[in-house]
């Protein structure tokens, strides 16, 4: 069932008046998900400003995590395609850093320069697989935090003391040889994944990369995140000055990770009505005691206790065109759908929903500009 | 609708025209008078004022992965302090495309183009152009340092891949012209070079700086865009790189170039300091090179951010950030940087910067030759445009600048002793007649029947900065856009575009190429008209017959 206002059947239209009448009852609404592509993104990000809505992304968490490391410090980042061509030497930081299927694309081609590993915290299976020139180096000591290692390893590349006694001899030599061995690229990369690290220790992947350039080439490769994480972020960017988590108190648009936490703002009773967008992965909200909420889903997207209104929208890059982000170019692309399944899906796509929801709720004719 | 200005003076130079008369429009475009008796639907009486073509602005980062870098690495710089008004959503959010659009075009301003546009990232530029309401725009595809140029140099495929290539990409990103930023710099730096000069050479690919640009402008003239090759140069912001800046100039062998923000180069060795004037030396080798066009990238006091393709440059620069954080990426091609930079009035080397930029304006032969810019955001803001013209057209309001800044810089730059004040005519020549002239834009910049209804209107005050900082009146093709400076209603213009031919074998070529060095191919930097989201985003010029 495509369409359904409290669990039950329901035409479209109905739902789309249910959906303005929800949203707008809400003094302190949330537009939550986020997982669409940019035309999804930019509409979401008008209705937001008309209901003055917070709004974030469902990667949250690890995303701000580097995007306050990129505020606070800045970075030297290169694109996967260009850091696959030329990295001759990759730092592996933290466990999820070596996903498979991402650095696959990234570092898997042909004509690729021969690649030292030195691993921090990733598995020594998925080290072993990127290296092709040597065994890893995975640097390892317990008790020691991935952070906490990789404090001390941007202090020893810096030529600064470490605290032998917590380290070890041990951990201390294969600390020296790792620094070594970063030293030695002529282009290095440093690979994480936020998602499984604090904020210290972005700060220290990312400082350690860029400190590294004071003698030879050193790039971030950080992972861009699900569900088009990356491309909300430009977009909100673009659109408001600001990325997710973002605002807009006194219609003004403001840029604040705490107060627009919109997980946060649900689990604290804030939000008072909800708008979730996971057009690219069926996922439902993960919160315990949602708030009155219309749901704008990927089909077959499974609930435990239905929302306000559901309505299923087409798979951007399956069944609609859209433009989302690559993370191998690390860009926008359009990604064109199959063209008979283009004509053969009935669902609407994120943007003319919440196009639909917005002409309601302002009562203008013609879409909003 | 047909549309009367009455009785405004009329200066548009590209026909030598100033007098009080009439401007009349219709469906979006200028009109010559109607027959008498023929009634207008409206009337604006703009007696008294200044009526211009809408202004165009070649040079300005507005748009593209660099600027939304800014945005994310400075969000202290930019917070709000107003909701915008009705029906202007996102109008007041400072740096954002929308703002951006709202403040150009209550200057009077109707055409901007970003001038550094990754080929990889033009989809992304296209769609942050399309929220940039009332302008029109345009954008320049960035070569030089991207590996299939140089493979296909390297390989010595000749002269006419290399256009076809050019021709490709200029076609299928969308663009208007082509920029090279730093010939090879960024491709030796990712080889860990860190100076890289007019005849330093990529140690991987043998190819010199000087060779990569002269194939670029080659290709440029080949394909017959009518913007020639825009040259962001080698040892920007170096004391002495005015004999770069010379040398090159003198390297277009009479092929058309145009240099982009000269004020960062117009420097010499001279003084205690090792950094003085050298505004002079250009003006000599510009009246020398008719073939040669320049802008200036006027430097303002203030906080500001400097955003390149540059990423040799910006990384050279990393340690006068401030505040201390800054960004520098490899990609595909050029990359890129982002460094803020705070220009102090009391700091000699920024205040010489100052004077070097408006003594090359005021030095300037030939205003059609000398363009309009502070390379936004670079030297500083847009929005500092109306005190760079009041700077430019009142000696007392230099006067009272230079009075404020350090002596040591006043001495090392002729500014002091230039009494030469822009007339009104100059103004418009080269924000308006002279852009268009210079993009290849026959449709505007212009104020002759046939052309777009782009038209501003000025009050001609003293106080050049208030006259220029709000239009008193701004049509976009025939709309009324802006009234007392301030914006009435959003309208999306288009982005402006060429089309060279090329041979479409090229196509295999590049997409082999691509897929051997990335796993990728021309989709890359391909941008359908159907992702953009706004109708008919693009119109096409036509290239040189």
Redesign the interface.
Known sequence: MSVRIDGEAASFEDAVERAAAVLSAGRAPVVAGLGTD??GV?AA??LA??LRAAVGHRSAPALSRD?AV??????????P??????ADTVLLVGDLAARAGWLA?VFG?D?APARTVVSLGASAKAAAAMATEGAPLSLAVTGLAVRDMLLALKARVGGRPVDEKRLGRTGLRDLDKAAKALAAA??GVVVWDAADLDGLAVEAAAGLGRDL?AA??Y?AVPFPGDDNAAGA???C???????PPLGFP??????DPWRFDVDRMVAAGEADAALWISALTPAAPAWTEAPPTVALVAAGTRFASPPAVVIEVRRPDRTV?A?LHDA???????VAAPRGKAAADALPTVAAVIEAIHLRLSGKDGA?? | MLIRLKGGRVIDPAHDRDEIDDVWMQDGRIVARPPRGTEPDAVHDVSGKIVMAGGIDIHSHVAGGNVTLSRLLLPELHEGTEAPPEGQPFGTARWSSYETGRLYARMGFTTVVEPAVAPSQALQAHLELADLPILDKATLSVLGNDEVLLGLMRDKTGRDAIADYVGLVVAKSRAIGVKCINAGGSAAFKENARTFGLDDVIPSYGLSSRQIFKALQQAVVDLRIRHPLHLHCNNLGVAGAIETLTETIEAADGLPLHLAHVQFYAYGSEGKRGFSSGAQQLIRALNLNPNVTVDVGQVMFGQTVTISSDSLRQYSAHALASPNKWIVWDGEGNGGGIVPFHYKASNVINALQWAIGLEIFLSAHDPWQVFFTTDHPNGAPFTTYPKILHLLMDRDERARYIAGLPKAAMALSALPSITREFTLQEVAIMTRAAPARLLGLTDRGHLSPGSIADVSVYTDTADRTAMFERAALVFKDGNLVVRDGEVTEYRFGRAETVEPGFDKAIVRTVDGRLGDLYGTDTRQFTVPAGAIGRDEPFRVHPCRS
């Open positions: 940019i035309a930019r990000l008008k400003e008309h995007l990129l505020s606070e410090t800045g970075l030297v980042f290169a694109t395609t260009e850091a696959g061509r030329r694309g081609r004509g002529k282009y350039n030879t080439r790039a972020v430009l977009a960017a673009w659109t408001t000055g600001f990325p006194g219609g003004i648009a403001t840029h065109d433009v191998r170019t690390n860009t926008l692309t359009p909003p500009c």
